[in-house]
């Protein structure tokens, strides 16, 4: 026999925190965020709610910003909060209906043609037209091509080479006091 899965509407509180493996704090906060309260949408409030903090004080305050954060990011948290809101209707099967309800209404033209692009937005009927301009002309500049460079094979016996000679030549201008090679002294 296949076990039917009930909504969250019908289950206990004890088998929401199962389903979403949650904490009771954790539910008190999705709870909170979602309320139609002073809390909705406020991660920090919610956590200070939620977990019984104080809001004048610096230090719990300090911590609601890091631990709001960190909750917001929960991925089980944000399955109870996702779960929450489409319960309050803010699902796409009850958007359609208030978007079609505007689209419908001959009072407000602004909103209906509103209502109208976002529809076409929503099903790429339509692509935006984005323009750019330019406001300074652009400069040309000439390139000039950089001549090969040997390889490092070439100038390794290039250098071997000519290394022979410079020691050649600083030892003998070397023992002449500073003299050019082939000079002498006197």
């Known amino acids: 026999?296949?076990?039917?899965i009930k909504p969250d509407s019908e289950l206990s509180p004890l088998e929401i925190l199962a389903k979403y493996k949650i904490n009771?704090?954790?539910e008190l906060?999705?709870?909170y965020w979602t309320s139609?309260?002073?809390f909705y949408g406020s991660g920090v409030e919610s956590y200070l709610a939620a977990y019984h903090k104080d809001p004048s004080n610096k230090k719990d305050r300090a911590t609601a910003y890091v631990q709001a954060s960190a909750l917001l990011t929960n991925l089980k948290v944000l399955a109870r909060i996702d779960s929450l809101l489409s319960l309050d209707g803010f699902n796409d099967q009850n958007i359609d209906k208030e978007l079609l309800f505007i689209i419908k209404?001959?009072?407000?033209?602004?909103s209906k043609?509103?209502?109208i692009r976002e529809y076409n937005k929503l099903k790429a009927r339509v692509t935006e037209r984005i323009e750019h301009s330019m406001?300074?002309?652009i400069e040309i500049i000439e390139i000039i091509p950089v001549p090969d460079r040997p390889k490092k094979e070439e100038q390794k016996q290039n250098n071997d080479g000519e290394h022979n000679?410079?020691?050649?030549s600083d030892s003998v201008a070397g023992g002449t006091g500073g003299a050019e090679a082939g000079e002498s002294k006197a």
């Open 1 to 4: 026999m296949e076990k039917k």
């Open 24 to 26: 009771a704090q954790q």
């Open 29 to 31: 906060f999705c709870q």
């Open 36 to 38: 139609p309260t002073e």
């Open 105 to 110: 209404q001959s009072k407000d033209f602004g």
């Open 113 to 115: 043609l509103g209502a």
């Open 135 to 137: 406001t300074a002309p």
């Open 165 to 168: 000679t410079t020691e050649h």
